[in-house]
Structure formats: structure tokens, C-alpha cells
């Protein structure tokens, strides 16, 4: 009798945490600006795809709303977080938006200050 054994699925599941956090872009002027952006700073990778792209981070990335503004060649403000959600398509990790610039954090402990949750809690 042959006994086969099936390989092990390079696509199986895996729960680990990742510490990476992450938005889509629209492939379209802004959305270039954006991930031209974020190309510079510590961690962040960018993937041009034809339709998208994808900007992905380590631990915590932040949209500064006035330095994609400015790379735009707009006014201070122009750039916020209804121009970001317009053209950001998905996202995965903690996302917060303050009044100048969107946060994304890879573990949602890390977020927790800027939403007022209170992790002591979860120790008792």
C-alpha cells in the first residue's frame, strides 16, 4: 500500500502578529502623492500596482495631512481625512484620524491611549 502525503499549504493560517499595518491607494494623482509621501519614512513599503497601491508599515505610520498637502502644491488643510478616505480603498491595523494627520498602528494595544481604552483594565 503507498501512502502519500500532502504538502504543507504555503497559504495556511497563521495568527501570529505581523507588527505591519496598512492602507490601498487609488492608482491616480493624489493617491501617487500620498505613497511618494511615505516612501521616505523608517519601515514603510510601497507597492505600485496597476490599479492601486499599496503602502504597508511596521508598528505605526502616520499620514501628516500639512506634508502631503504641501506635495500636492496645495494650501495648508487642502489634504484631510475625507481627501484620505476618498482615496484609500482598504486598510488593516488600528486607524485613527485626528484633526491633522491619520494614524495606523499594526497592534491595536498601541492605539489604545488615542481612543481612551483602558488596558489596565484587561489585567484584573
Not at 29 to 35: D, E, L, R, S
Not at 39 to 66: A, C, H, Q, W
Amino acid at each position: 500500500m503507498t501512502t502519500f502525503k500532502t504538502a504543507e499549504s504555503p497559504f495556511k493560517s497563521d495568527n501570529t502578529a505581523s507588527n505591519r499595518c496598512g492602507v490601498t491607494l487609488m492608482n491616480n494623482q493624489i493617491g501617487a502623492v500620498v505613497a511618494e509621501v511615505m516612501r521616505g519614512k523608517e519601515g514603510v513599503t510601497i507597492t505600485p500596482l496597476p490599479s492601486m497601491i499599496r503602502v504597508d508599515g511596521t508598528n505605526r505610520m502616520d499620514f501628516d495631512y500639512d506634508e502631503i498637502s504641501e506635495a500636492l502644491g496645495e494650501e495648508e488643510g487642502f489634504f484631510n481625512a475625507a481627501q484620505f478616505e476618498e482615496n484609500m480603498s482598504t486598510h488593516y491595523g488600528r486607524m485613527i484620524h485626528e484633526d491633522d494627520r491619520t494614524i495606523m498602528f499594526a497592534n491595536p494595544e498601541d492605539a489604545a491611549e488615542f481612543i481612551g481604552f483602558d488596558l489596565s483594565e484587561l489585567s484584573k
